[in-house]
């Protein structure tokens, strides 16, 4: 039998007849699309019909390890959730790391199919090969933290997954979270979980190791890749510093920190919510997740208790984007996101255009009940952030439906920042030509992390490119969206990306799968994920217009800061991004599906 980084083995939950199996793994399919992320969309692909409603019983949670997740390599211990988005009715796949993903690797499965939907609330509990469901309707109404604690302490040297009361209520924003704060946030996967009654999953593992094929070949990578991330400056010195809220200040001194539901683009206080401001005042440790040499996650302490701190995007959509600079209140919406399970992204952006809602007269302070959407209330950002995760209201359960239907209830749509009906996170597209390119062809919807172009643009890694002129971003665009699907199904961090090339990530995968990968070849893998990912999308119902920027970003120029006056030009990148693609009119040619072997698909 071959010996590979795969456990070679998937289990296949029936939720509706309680039936679980063990399969095996098809080597030859995972190989083809590495694993996490490509496979994961694969199965989905495969499995269901892509025009169902994301919350009925035909959808699939697919919850899947990357090929290279809990195996000796930096940042090995991710994972990803994959199915059909009820918020943006597109592919989801939304990645979170901590330790859950190397247990369940450990315990022997490479990966999760849930079907169907139970009849009363239940969890999953994996003992390595001892699989049950069971009972959870003592846990249904609990928080995460409190879900996560009563499962631990019944299950010694686990890892939990679960939902909060956000999936329970199927808030369109409702995330999955794992290990305490750790979160698979994006695009409503936790309204899926939430609408199967399926409330966690929990993994004791007795193994701490997985083989591979080539250990010498993988133990030479893993020095090359630690010396490069030590020598690197943001993998080596930013992010353990100051964690991802390094970027505030840098953001803000481009005039690419939005302000006020991004009616602004520079903040004068910017740097009360930075991370250099937290690292001084807050901080009391950081966190590493499983295999990470980098430890960007921030600790910080709540009523005594440390709990883990704000992300750069959080900080950015609680503060800036909502006019709050204080970084306690911000802590402290941060935790509510969690214990509730809901996007700290989505949530925060919608309670920001909610406030340009109230500010222009359209939600009446009988709509607020008692608690006014004014810009800068710290007690809103807490109160509107717990309305929204137990759907509390009549506004606030609208707002758990994220910002693009609210904004749609009140007739004003172009106040919502969103893109496929996802929140844009915390770059302004108008200063930073490339991210909005990113942005508007991204197929999980307004994200940052599908083709971080900031890198190049802000952060000079590999190359410093110009932020407010276009040329050849778009293949940029392109090259950086086909690597970072590598990544993710490979189950590696996103931000080791700083610091390595893809030739380190084409070793570590020959090294522990025995694929014999090139640049090219592992390039081309991305390049099909992302193709498979953009036809479920067509099937979806997708259209060409989809593939857009809010209108404030493309027709307003930005009026305060550095770059002031400056507007995206994504008319003119477009077109060059789908030729680079080989797109026409946002899908795939025929030519294009038969190169990349996706004919099945069509």
Same mark, same amino acid.
């Given at each position: 039998m071959?010996?590979?980084?795969?456990?070679?083995?998937?289990?296949?939950?029936?939720?509706?007849? +309680? @039936?679980?199996?063990?399969?095996?793994?098809?080597?030859?399919?995972?190989?083809?699309?590495?694993?996490?992320?490509?496979?994961?969309?694969? *199965?989905?692909?495969?499995?269901?019909?892509?025009t169902?409603?994301p919350?009925?019983?035909?959808?699939?949670?697919?919850?899947?390890?990357?090929?290279?997740?809990?195996?000796?390599?930096? $940042?090995?211990?991710r994972?990803? #959730?994959?199915?059909? &988005?009820p918020?943006?009715?597109? *592919?989801?796949?939304?990645?979170?790391?901590?330790?859950?993903?190397?247990?369940?690797?450990?315990?022997?499965?490479?990966? =999760?199919?849930?079907?169907g939907?139970?009849?009363?609330?239940?969890y999953?509990?994996?003992c390595d090969d001892?699989?049950?469901?069971?009972?959870?309707?003592?846990?249904?109404?609990?928080?995460?933290?409190?879900?996560?604690?009563i499962?631990?302490?019944?299950?010694?040297?686990?890892?939990?997954?679960?939902?909060?009361?956000?999936?329970?209520?199927?808030?369109?924003?409702?995330?999955?979270?794992n290990d305490?704060?750790?979160?698979?946030?994006?695009?409503?996967v936790?309204?899926?979980?939430?609408?199967?009654?399926?409330?966690a999953?929990v993994?004791?593992?007795s193994r701490?190791? =997985?083989?591979?094929?080539?250990?010498?070949a993988?133990?030479?990578?893993?020095?090359?890749?630690?010396?490069? *991330?030590?020598?690197?400056?943001?993998?080596?010195?930013?992010?353990?510093?100051?964690?991802?809220a390094?970027?505030v200040?840098?953001?803000?001194?481009?005039?690419?920190?939005?302000?006020?539901?991004?009616?602004? &683009?520079?903040? @004068?206080?910017?740097?009360s919510?930075?991370?250099?401001?937290?690292?001084?005042k807050?901080?009391?440790?950081?966190?590493?997740?499983?295999? %990470?040499?980098?430890?960007?996650?921030?600790?910080?302490?709540?009523?005594?208790?440390?709990?883990?701190g704000?992300e750069?995007?959080?900080?950015?959509?609680?503060?800036?984007?909502?006019?709050?600079?204080?970084?306690?209140?911000?802590?402290?919406?941060?935790?509510?996101?969690?214990?509730?399970?809901?996007?700290?992204?989505?949530v925060?952006?919608?309670i920001?255009?909610?406030m340009?809602?109230?500010?222009?007269?359209?939600?009446?302070? @009988?709509?607020?009940?008692?608690?006014?959407?004014?810009f800068?209330?710290?007690?809103?950002?807490i109160?509107?952030t717990?309305?929204i995760?137990?759907?509390?209201?009549?506004?606030?359960?609208?707002m758990a439906?994220?910002?693009?239907?609210? %904004?749609?209830?009140?007739?004003?749509?172009?106040?919502?920042?969103?893109?496929?009906k996802?929140?844009?996170?915390?770059?302004d597209a108008?200063?930073?030509?490339? =991210?909005?390119l +990113?942005?508007?062809?991204s197929?999980?919807?307004?994200?940052?992390?599908?083709?971080?172009?900031?890198?190049?643009e802000?952060?000079?890694?590999?190359q410093?490119?110009d932020?407010t002129?276009?040329?050849?971003?778009?293949?940029? $665009?392109?090259?950086?969206q086909?690597?970072?699907?590598?990544?993710d199904?490979?189950?590696? %961090?996103?931000? $080791?990306?700083?610091?390595?090339?893809?030739?380190?990530?084409?070793?570590?995968? +020959?090294?522990?799968?025995?694929?014999?990968?090139?640049v090219?070849?592992?390039?081309?893998?991305g390049?099909?994920?992302?193709?498979?990912?953009?036809l479920? +999308?067509?099937?979806a119902?997708?259209?060409?217009?989809?593939?857009?920027l809010?209108k404030?970003?493309?027709?307003?120029? =930005? #009026?305060?800061g550095?770059?002031?006056?400056?507007?995206?030009?994504?008319?003119?990148?477009l077109?060059?991004?789908?030729?680079?693609?080989?797109?026409?009119?946002?899908?795939p040619?025929?030519?294009?599906?038969?190169r990349?072997?996706?004919?099945?698909n069509?």
């Open positions: 071959e010996i590979t980084s795969y456990n070679g083995k998937v289990l296949r939950v029936n939720l509706s007849s +309680n @039936e679980i199996k063990s399969e095996s793994l098809n080597l030859e399919l995972a190989k083809k699309f590495i694993g996490a992320r490509g496979l994961g969309s694969k *199965i989905l692909m495969d499995e269901i019909d892509p169902i409603d919350l009925s019983s035909e959808n699939k949670l697919i919850i899947m390890t990357g090929a290279l997740t809990g195996a000796a390599v930096p $940042t090995g211990g994972y990803v #959730v994959v199915t059909k &988005s918020l943006t009715g597109m *592919i989801a796949c939304s990645n979170s790391g901590g330790e859950w993903g190397a247990k369940l690797k450990y315990a022997g499965f490479d990966g =999760i199919i849930f079907e939907k139970a009849n009363s609330p239940v999953l509990s994996i001892k699989i049950e469901l069971k009972s959870a309707t003592s846990l249904w109404g609990k928080t995460s933290s409190e879900t996560e604690d499962l631990k302490n019944e299950y010694e040297k686990s890892s939990v997954l679960n939902i909060g009361p956000g999936g329970e209520t199927l808030s369109l924003m409702a995330a999955i979270i305490g704060d750790r979160a698979a946030g994006r695009s409503g936790g309204a899926v979980m939430g609408s199967k009654n399926l409330k999953i993994v004791q593992a701490g190791s =997985i083989p591979v094929t080539d250990a010498e993988m133990k030479k990578e893993m020095l090359i890749a630690m010396k490069k *991330i030590k020598e690197d400056g943001v993998t080596g010195t930013g992010l353990p510093t100051y964690g991802t390094v970027l200040n840098i953001i803000n001194e481009t005039g690419s920190f939005p302000t006020d539901n991004w009616q602004g &683009s520079y903040d @004068e206080n910017a740097k919510i930075s991370g250099e401001t937290m690292a001084e807050y901080l009391k440790g950081t966190y590493h997740c499983h295999r %990470c040499p980098i430890g960007c996650g921030r600790v910080v302490e709540r009523d005594g208790k440390n709990i883990g704000p750069y995007e959080t900080l950015w959509a609680y503060g800036a984007s909502c006019g709050v600079h204080d970084l306690p209140t911000i802590n402290e919406a941060n935790f509510w996101c969690n214990e509730l399970g809901v996007d700290s992204i989505s925060p952006c919608t920001a255009s909610a340009e809602l109230y500010q222009k007269g359209y939600i009446s302070q @009988e709509d607020c009940e008692g608690i006014p959407l004014t800068g209330s710290k007690e809103a950002v109160e509107w717990k309305r995760g137990l759907s509390q209201g009549k506004l606030g359960a609208l439906q994220g910002s693009q239907r609210l %904004c749609d209830a009140y007739g004003l749509p172009e106040l919502s920042m969103s893109v496929k996802q929140e844009l996170p915390a770059y108008r200063g930073i030509q490339g =991210i909005g +990113n942005y508007a062809t197929n999980r919807g307004g994200c940052h992390v599908r083709g971080y172009m900031i890198s190049p802000i952060l000079a890694h590999p410093l490119l932020r002129k276009i040329d050849d971003k778009a293949t940029w $665009t392109k090259i950086f086909d690597l970072t699907a590598v990544i199904s490979m189950g590696m %961090c996103l931000f $080791t990306s700083f610091a390595l090339g893809a030739d380190n990530y084409a070793n570590f995968l +020959n090294a522990g799968t025995g694929t014999t990968h090139t090219d070849s592992l390039l081309e893998v390049e099909r994920i992302y193709n498979l990912e953009r479920f +999308n067509q099937k119902g997708m259209k060409s217009e989809d593939d857009t809010p404030r970003l493309t027709d307003v120029p =930005i #009026v305060d550095p770059s002031k006056g400056q507007k995206n030009q994504l008319n003119k990148m077109p060059e991004y789908y030729a680079a693609r080989g797109w026409v009119n946002a899908f040619t025929q030519e294009t599906i038969v990349l072997g996706l004919e099945e069509i």
